[in-house]
């Protein structure tokens, strides 16, 4: 595969509430930079799937939970560069539930293997006994942290931003792991701020981006996030919808959704000075879509159009 270091189009909006507040916004298709890893996948995955070659690697192991956007992307990337892939899954109940799952039948027809671990077992993924056996018993296989995000992720998405992105006064990102705001930021110019929006409950975020960068030109806001990593409800769903039909922009429900609500919020509570620029960057995601409809329509509720 030839990861070639792609620049995403800008795209400008048009919304009856950007017109009457004197707004320009632009999205960043980063959702459209692949048919298969997405957005800012694509860029995580880039420099670790190509350090793995580099260093004789044929096979990766990663993790992620049952709707993971990392999981359905590591396991595109491992078939196309010809790895194999396995995948420490949050939760055993979900073993038996592959099949219910778009995600996981995804990543298993790109021949991507699993590992179900107990919801306590994997929160001790990243100790130093956990990681001692797992090179005890993966000698030869490339590891690739949740989410993908470490130094070589952060590399990818300082690409995600270039030159003609400067001319926008605010840049907008979703964050799970914080790795995708962190290249961001290191890619940004003096005169620019970022605008995080963490799809997780807490405030430890804004430790976690200053251990990765050092740039301080960010602002996070941790109201958006609907009760939590995951959890949507209609209000959220009603929004989505109507924004696709207003700019036929699809957003995803658990990272861009949540973002561009918590932004057209701001903007609606005059946050931003008249004629201010700003650029969202839209980091796909949308397979996790047709799981969150399942969970819906089981629930009798409202689907995502």
Request: hydrophobic residues 40%; neutral net charge; proline residues 2%.
């Amino acid at each position: 595969m030839n990861w070639k270091n792609q620049k995403s189009n800008i795209e400008s909006i048009d919304h009856p509430l950007l017109k009457e507040k004197k707004i320009h916004l632009s999205f960043l298709r980063e959702d459209l930079l692949h048919p298969l890893i997405s957005g800012n996948k694509y860029r995580k995955l880039k420099y670790n799937i190509q350090k793995a070659n580099t260093l004789g690697f044929r096979k990766i192991i990663t993790f992620g939970g049952a709707f993971s956007n990392h999981i359905a992307a590591t396991a595109a990337a491992a078939k196309l560069n010809g790895l194999e892939a396995i995948a420490f899954i949050r939760g055993e109940e979900i073993e038996n539930l592959i099949d219910e799952n778009s995600t996981l039948t995804f990543a298993k027809n790109q021949g991507m293997k699993f590992k179900f671990l107990t919801r306590e077992a994997y929160r001790l993924k990243d100790t130093d006994a956990f990681l001692e056996n797992l090179y005890d018993e993966y000698p030869d296989y490339y590891i690739i942290p949740e989410g993908g995000t470490n130094d070589l992720a952060i590399k990818g998405c300082e690409e995600i931003l270039y030159e003609e992105c400067n001319k926008f006064e605010f840049i907008t990102s979703s964050i799970g792991t914080a790795g995708t705001i962190a290249g961001i930021l290191n890619s940004t110019t003096e005169n620019q701020h970022v605008l995080g929006f963490p799809a997780l409950k807490g405030d430890f975020l804004n430790t976690e981006i200053c251990k990765l960068t050092l740039k301080r030109n960010f602002t996070l806001f941790n109201n958006y996030h609907f009760g939590g990593y995951g959890k949507v409800n209609d209000e959220l769903i009603e929004f989505i919808n109507q924004f696709k039909a207003q700019t036929n922009i699809q957003l995803d429900p658990i990272y861009t959704g949540k973002m561009v609500f918590g932004l057209l919020d701001l903007i609606k509570k005059d946050f931003f000075k008249e004629n201010s620029r700003i650029l969202v960057v839209h980091t796909g995601g949308l397979q996790g879509i047709e799981g969150v409809n399942k969970i819906l329509l089981k629930k009798n509720k409202t689907i995502i159009q």
